[in-house]
């Protein structure tokens, strides 16, 4: 960023962590996770809001993190890839992404999670119409995208298969 | 089957570091002190540099500024000819050309200096398409602007019209494609005298890297060292094009002394690097009244960029592609790449084929209309079967029945009811429903003999814990090398499929297994791991140290005994082409692949007469490829490739101005998502092929071919109009379905 701005102190929670950082206030919330945090696993795919690899949950809204000026991560929650899986207990679209081969290079993968988490906190129990249409912020070019309805429906199975409490 | 692991769709190998967000890829990598490369380019197609002015207002003095006479070795990107230069020195071939490097250490700062680099060029007149290219309108490479031509002659085909009761002809054209990975392309580069040159990046083939590299610098081969990165996605746009990218990081990295780091943005990777070859191809065929093929005239023409790079390869691939899997006793294939002032074209996914292949499939529909038989009934009369000949004269030794492919996918697809219910219904809708399909087979490996001048190596190395390595530069992007060649190790030696460790590609530490192209790694790559791992086995077996059953702790404790007796355990193999293979390049005859891959695609599409905008509403993809190793990645394979034909069909199209890429953005240049992208319905046959690894051959590329073709032929069944051309946008549709008064017709 040029001289014309100064950086400002950006205080925000990330993946459930306190974090401050100076920032320029208009410099892309990707490169602040990326080159700031070191929280690599946001990808840009474009840079311009179009493939959803740079999607992150914001204050529990999915956003293009290379859309959103740094200034309105101050005082934001910030889930990242990073904190889906609980230590090495992954969520279950992650288990699912494994188990259907929903990831196949990878690189949209994170966004691609970000996306079906956020829809599923949305609709537990999604329709393929919602499934579709959740999933058309984020592009893939390795699946064509049926491995990764299918993984989505399997997290669906295992969230329920959670829920049923153990007799 | 007693196997454990074939057939098996075991967790993806890297899968855990995907779905987590740990996987590391060239723009996740830092390095202290590094610098951010970036690469000036012309604006103008073909022309003579006058000079390079450095504007004002930069502090030129804290960058690194590279040009060609910079270049310690020769100013070239040794690839298969060496006329593609690093840097363009004097003369620009393209608008997209590379002129002038420059290094900093603040990307936002470096990217106004970018624009301060004026280039002052005089320019000459340029050529854009395959029809001035061929006219030679100028003349802008050798004394005819070709490339490379072929000709396949199988039969007498000028003598054969006379047998012919019906003659039909076509011309077809199919547009260029971007790969649209989505991990763009990257690199960083450490160099100096001293150590040489190390890479690391986003990438297909190690080795080509490392060629161009060697060439570049003068350098002794084991001074440089090529490292992939994880790869996000190549099909083929990360063949060639990633030594570019390497040769400009490793000239900033060599004149500063420290680490840079080259990563395009979205831009730069769609204008700057290589795309799918536009192509034009004119038929002439001759048939019966029986609807029996008696001549086919084919020629197929690919318009190459303005350098040779790979094209020569691709050419060639179209052109054995280009008759198909029918039997003709007379043809002829004439192709020709040409020269254009456009970046050079370069690998994607299916080589060419998809492009020649798509103008056959479109063609035999129309062929099958002149003699009153249907596009099905018409193909089963000239479907190819084993012991007959291919154009190249190659005898098909496999048990091929595209017959009952053919019927299989009829059924799941339900075509035939669909294909009466459409025709009642579609008069009286706004909304016309169609249903199409294509035939076709892909050849794996490298073409003729290829193969055996790759040579290609792998190494099998066993730890003393009784984990073992596989050494191979095949590359893992997406696609599951990692995981197939862990199955079959793991298979082969009896172990688990977690004691198999697959060592990144790095020239410094694994053979050359040749490029991760050609629907090879499976295939050709994938034997090599399995003989490897059976000769270690086979080591250890005769060392007596093991026994022939073993459990996997007698196995762990077998290789340590023979490690701390004997030395190191290794096992190598290398390629050893099927008995009986023969190809003469000099005739292009002879056998052009040692297998193939056979199909039969089928789309239904769904046409607005008010928007003229083509969907595709359900696919049925039914194929024979040996044996599947892994379902799910193999059905990925497939699924994906479909919907990057559905693309190529409909969706993606590059609008060129003078050369250059116009929508170079995700915004304009639309691929598939998941609201456009049908049910893709996948079916295997499987029949053991017997040099592949437990009988599988390659299928990378296949889904590729078939798609286009059977929309289109579906759009042809909804509306009763011939589109010849791809892709068919909304505008090119209304085109061809309204009058000049704009109304239907």
Redesign the interface.
């Known amino acids: ?2 001289d014309a701005a100064e950086r400002v102190d950006i205080t925000c929670t990330v993946n459930g962590e306190q974090r401050r950082v100076a920032a320029y206030p208009m410099a892309r919330l990707l490169d602040v996770l ?1 080159e700031e945090m070191r ?10 809001g ?2 959803g ?1 740079c999607a992150i949950l914001l204050n529990g809204a999915i956003v293009n993190s290379c859309l959103v000026p740094a200034i309105e991560a101050d005082g934001a929650d910030i889930r ?3 904190g ?2 609980k230590g090495e207990d ?1 969520h279950a679209v ?1 288990s699912a ?5 929903g ?8 966004g691609m ?1 970000i996306a079906a988490v956020s829809l599923l906190e949305r609709h537990p129990h999604p329709t393929e119409e919602e ?3 959740g ?2 912020g ?12 299918a993984a989505v429906v399997r997290a669906c199975e295992l969230t329920s298969a959670k829920r049923v409490p153990a007799r | 089957m007693d196997e454990k692991y074939f057939g098996h ?1 075991v ?2 190998k ?12 060239v ?2 990598l830092t390095f202290p002190d590094m610098l951010h490369g970036v690469t000036v380019r012309s604006s103008i197609a073909r022309g003579r540099i006058r000079g390079i002015h450095f504007g004002e207002g930069i502090p030129w003095s804290d960058f690194t500024i590279v040009t060609a006479a910079d270049i310690p070795g020769k100013n070239e990107i040794a690839l298969i000819e060496h006329d593609q230069p690093c840097l363009a020195a004097e003369l620009i071939h393209h608008p997209e050309e590379p002129i002038v490097l420059l290094a900093h250490p603040d990307r ?2 470096l990217e ?1 200096a970018r624009r301060a680099v004026q280039i002052d060029v005089e320019p000459l007149p340029a050529v854009f398409s395959i029809e001035d290219s061929l006219a030679k309108r100028p003349v802008i490479f050798g004394d005819d602007n070709i490339f490379k031509s072929y000709r396949v002659e199988k039969g007498d085909v000028d003598s054969a019209w006379a047998q012919a009761d019906v003659i039909v002809e076509g011309e077809y054209r199919t547009g260029a494609q971007e ?6 392309q990257g690199m960083i580069a450490k160099a100096s005298p001293e150590d040489g040159v190390t890479v690391w990046g986003s990438l297909q083939c190690p080795y080509y890297v490392h060629k161009a590299l060697v060439v570049l610098f003068g350098l002794s081969s084991e001074k440089i060292r090529v490292i992939q990165a ?6 083929g746009g990360k063949e060639e094009y990633p030594s570019m990218i390497a040769a400009h990081a490793a000239l900033l990295a060599w004149k500063s002394g420290k680490p840079v780091k080259i990563v395009y ?2 831009a730069e990777d769609m204008v700057a690097t290589t795309k799918r070859h536009p192509s034009r191809t004119r038929h002439r065929t001759g048939v019966t009244r029986e609807g029996k093929l008696v001549a086919m005239d084919i020629d197929f023409v690919i318009d190459g960029g303005a350098y040779a790079t790979l094209s020569a390869v691709v050419l060639s691939r179209g052109t054995i592609h280009a008759a198909g899997p029918y039997v003709c006793p007379n043809v002829r294939i004439r192709s020709q790449a040409v020269a254009t002032n456009a970046p050079p074209h370069g690998a994607f996914r299916g080589f060419g084929a998809p492009q020649s292949i798509f103008a056959l499939e479109r063609h035999l529909d129309q062929v099958a209309r002149a003699v009153n038989l249907t596009p099905e009934e018409f193909r089963r009369r000239n479907f190819i079967r084993k012991r007959q000949t291919t154009a190249t004269g190659q005898i098909v030794g496999e048990d091929v029945n595209l017959g009952a492919l053919l019927d299989r996918a009829f059924r799941e697809s339900d075509y035939d009811a669909k294909r009466e219910r459409f025709a009642r219904e579609n008069p009286s809708a706004t909304v016309k429903r169609g249903i199409g399909f294509s035939s076709f087979m892909h050849g794996a490996g490298f073409t003729g003999s290829g193969e055996v001048y790759l040579a290609s190596v792998v190494e099998i190395e066993a730890t003393k814990e009784g984990t073992v390595r596989v050494l191979a530069a095949s590359t893992e ?4 090398t990692n995981t197939i060649f862990s199955q079959i190790a793991a298979e082969a030696l009896g172990i688990g499929y977690d004691r198999i460790e697959i060592v990144r590609p790095d020239t410094g530490a694994v053979p050359n297994s040749g490029p991760t192209v050609a629907s090879r790694t499976s295939m050709v790559v994938g034997k090599l791991v399995e003989e490897a791992a059976l000769e270690l086995k086979r080591k250890l077996l005769e060392s007596g140290l093991l026994c022939d059953a073993c459990t996997e702790d007698e196995f762990a404790r077998a290789c340590r005994r023979y490690i701390e007796t004997r030395g190191p355990l290794r096992a190598r193999s290398q390629y050893e082409p099927p008995p009986g293979l023969r190809w003469d390049d000099a005739t292009y005859s002879g056998d052009a692949y040692g297998a193939y891959a056979w199909a039969v695609y089928v789309a239904e599409v769904a046409v607005d007469t008010v928007t003229f905008e083509a969907r595709v509403t359900d696919f049925v993809a039914v194929q024979e490829v040996g044996k599947v190793i892994h379902p ?2 193999a ?2 394979q497939i ?6 034909a559905i693309g190529l069909a409909l969706y993606e199209n590059v609008a060129w101005r003078e050369g250059r890429m116009a929508n170079g ?3 304009n240049y639309i ?5 456009d ?1 049908p ?2 319905r996948v079916f295997f046959e499987e029949q053991p092929y017997p040099f592949g690894p437990h009988g599988a051959k390659g299928i990378g590329e296949l889904p590729m071919d078939g798609p286009a073709p059977a929309i289109l032929n579906a759009i042809e069944n909804a509306t009763g109009v011939s589109v010849n051309e791809i892709p068919a946008t909304p505008e090119v549709l209304m085109e061809a379905m309204t009058s000049k008064a704009g109304v239907l017709v």
Do not use: H, W
């Not at chain 1, 992404?97 to 081969?101: D, P, R």
């Not at chain 1, 984020?138 to 309805?149: A, D, E, V």
């Not at chain 2, 890297?14 to 890829?25: H, I, L, M, N, S």
């Open positions: 960023m040029s990326r929280l690599t696993g946001t990808k840009e795919g474009c840079g311009e179009e493939c690899a990242t890839i990073e889906i899986a992954l992650q992404f494994l188990e259907c081969g990831a196949q290079c990878g690189i949209c993968t994170p999670i499934v579709r249409e999933l058309s984020n592009l893939c070019r390795c699946t064509g995208y049926q491995r990764i309805f | 769709s967790p993806r890297e899968g855990r570091d995907k779905v987590t967000g740990r996987a590391q890829y723009d996740d936002y700062l106004e790969q649209l990975y989505i991990e763009n994880e790869t996000g996605g190549g099909f943005d979205r992007i997406g696609q599951g799910v990645l059905a990925g699924e994906g490739g479909v919907a990057q953005q995700m915004t691929m598939p998502t998941a609201m992208v049910p893709i």
